[in-house]
T-cell receptor, first 114, second 111 residues
Framework: GENVEQHPSTLSVQEGDSAVIKCTYS??????FPWYKQELGKRPQLIID?????GEKKDQRIAVTLNKTAKHFSLHITETQPEDSAVYFC?????????????FGRGTQLTVWP | DAGVIQSPRHEVTEMGQEVTLRCKPI?????LFWYRQTMMRGLELLIY????????DSGMPEDRFSAKMPNASFSTLKIQPSEPRDSAVYFC?????????FGPGTRLLVL
């Protein structure tokens, strides 16, 4: 099956700085890459996703880039705020399957210092 | 839309007792996933169903764990007998082939 690696495991930034989280995947057939944010004690919630037919997607301060050749994708958060502090998970789908199985990275604990 | 519903939200039980976790997926979603989350092991997929049929249960840790989906709107995850190492947050998620939407989770503590 798919293998998703996520780095770094922890990330601390000053408020207003940018944060970048990187993931790699192993299966070139994967075509859907969501990112989830999990606040302490809460459920993982989708914040942005990208499909393999595009290289970049933006939503306000959040952007995701995808490099299919290198099989890696990244989450970029600009102008970070303390409320961005959470665990972020990347994921990749199962060989383009319509069954919807996702393979998750181990997560990145992002801390934004005021 | 009420989203994915899980019950109970918290469960405290003693070792050896049976525990049943319940999940109602989002209406119209045909895939349902059970995850376990711990600090040590992160987010683990235990089992998932498609159109009520179990597709992959390779993540179920041992025979003490079982899951059913008798219809499109209900699933259970049962642990019998429970052990302290089963303490974790158990999430149910549903999808219609793409984005997975997670329930609020059940926080299980086995004493």
């Amino acid at each position: 099956g798919e293998n998703v690696e996520q780095h770094p495991s922890t990330l601390s930034v000053q408020e207003g700085d940018s944060a970048v989280i990187k993931c790699t995947y192993s299966d070139s057939a994967s075509n859907y890459f969501p990112w989830y944010k999990q606040e302490l004690g809460k459920r993982p919630q989708l914040i942005i996703d990208i499909r393999s037919n595009v290289g970049e997607k933006k939503d306000q301060r959040i952007a995701v880039t995808l490099n299919k050749t290198a099989k890696h994708f990244s989450l970029h958060i600009t102008e970070t705020q303390p409320e961005d502090s959470a665990v972020y998970f990347c994921a990749a789908n199962d060989r383009g399957s319509t069954l919807g199985r996702l393979y998750f990275g181990r997560g990145t604990q992002l801390t934004v210092w005021p | 839309d009420a989203g994915v519903i899980q019950s109970p939200r918290h469960e405290v039980t003693e070792m050896g007792q049976e525990v049943t976790l319940r999940c109602k997926p989002i209406s119209g979603h045909n895939s349902l996933f059970w995850y376990r989350q711990t600090m040590m092991r992160g987010l683990e997929l235990l089992i998932y169903f498609n159109n009520n049929v179990p597709i992959d249960d390779s993540g179920m840790p041992e025979d003490r764990f079982s899951a059913k989906m008798p219809n499109a709107s209900f699933s259970t995850l049962k642990i019998q007998p429970s052990e302290p190492r089963d303490s974790a947050v158990y999430f149910c998620a549903s999808s219609s082939g793409g984005t997975q939407y997670f329930g609020p989770g059940t926080r299980l503590l086995v004493l």
